[in-house]
C-alpha cells in the first residue's frame, strides 16, 4: 500500500507499532455541520446513544445515574437511543428508574435531530472504539458530551472543554461529571459553545474532503514521476 489511512492518532500509533514505520496518515471521519449552534440549555434529557451493552459502558452508565438519581432535579431523564436486553430491564427494576427514562430504540437522522433538541449531555464511557460518531454528531449540535479515555475518544472530547473525559470503568467518576454538567448551567454553556465550534473545525465533512482530496493528489503526483 502507498499510505495507510486511520481514524485518529492512537490508531497511528498501533499501525507502527505492529507493522514498523509504515507510511500511515490520520483522516478523520467528518459529518454535515450545523450553521448555527442549535443547544439547548433549558433541555432534560441525559442521552446514551448505541448498544446497551457492558462493552459500551452501559451499565456503569445507569449506575452513575443511579448514585446521583436522588441529588439533581427530578426533570432530569434518561433518554436510551439503542438496543436492549434482558440485562439492562432488570437494573432499571431494580434501581427504580422507570419514571426517569425515556426509551426511543434505533433513531434514524430526523429522529436524532428531534431527540437533540432536548438533550443536556450525551454520555459514553465505552470500554473499546474506533471512532464514536455519536460523540462527534452530539457536539454538532453543540451537546457537551462524558467520555472514557479509550483509544480515539480523548482526540474527540477536550477534557473540560468539550465535556469530561473520565478513566474507563470509574463509575464514581462518571457520576460526579455528570452531576456536575447537570447542576451547572454556565459550564454546559461553555463546553456547548466549544464543542459546536471544534466540530466546525477537526470534524466537519468539508474537512474530510480536503483532507482526502489532498492525499490522492499527492500519490498520484508521485507516482507519475
Not at 500511515?24 to 448505541?50: A, C, H, M, P, W
Not at 448551567?185 to 474537512?207: A, D, T
Amino acid at each position: 500500500a502507498d499510505v495507510n489511512i486511520v481514524l485518529g492518532e492512537c490508531l497511528k500509533e498501533q499501525i507502527i507499532q505492529f507493522a514498523g514505520n509504515v507510511k500511515t496518515i490520520v483522516v478523520r471521519k467528518g459529518i454535515k455541520t450545523q450553521e448555527s449552534n442549535q443547544y439547548n440549555n433549558d433541555g432534560f434529557g441525559i442521552l446514551f446513544l448505541g448498544w446497551f451493552q457492558e462493552i459500551k459502558g452501559f451499565f456503569d452508565f445507569l449506575n452513575a445515574f443511579n448514585k446521583i438519581k436522588d441529588s439533581i432535579d427530578g426533570r432530569f431523564k434518561l433518554i436510551l437511543c439503542g438496543g436492549a436486553n434482558e440485562e439492562e430491564q432488570r437494573l432499571i427494576d431494580a434501581f427504580g428508574l422507570k419514571d426517569r427514562i425515556y426509551y426511543m430504540g434505533w433513531a434514524d437522522k430526523a429522529k436524532k435531530e428531534e431527540l437533540f433538541k432536548n438533550v443536556l449531555v450525551n454520555v459514553l464511557p465505552s470500554y473499546n472504539e474506533g471512532l464514536p460518531m455519536s460523540i462527534i454528531e452530539t457536539m454538532a449540535y453543540g451537546i457537551p458530551n462524558i467520555g472514557s479515555n479509550i483509544t480515539t475518544i480523548p482526540e474527540i472530547i477536550v477534557n473540560n472543554q468539550t465535556g469530561y473525559i473520565v478513566e474507563a470503568g470509574n463509575i464514581d467518576g462518571i457520576a460526579e461529571k455528570l452531576e456536575t454538567i447537570l447542576q451547572n448551567p454556565e459550564i454546559r454553556n461553555r463546553f456547548s459553545r466549544q464543542s459546536f465550534e471544534r466540530v466546525g473545525k477537526e470534524f466537519s465533512l468539508h474537512k474530510q474532503i480536503q483532507t482526502t482530496k489532498k492525499l490522492y493528489y499527492k500519490i498520484m503526483e508521485v507516482k507519475s514521476k
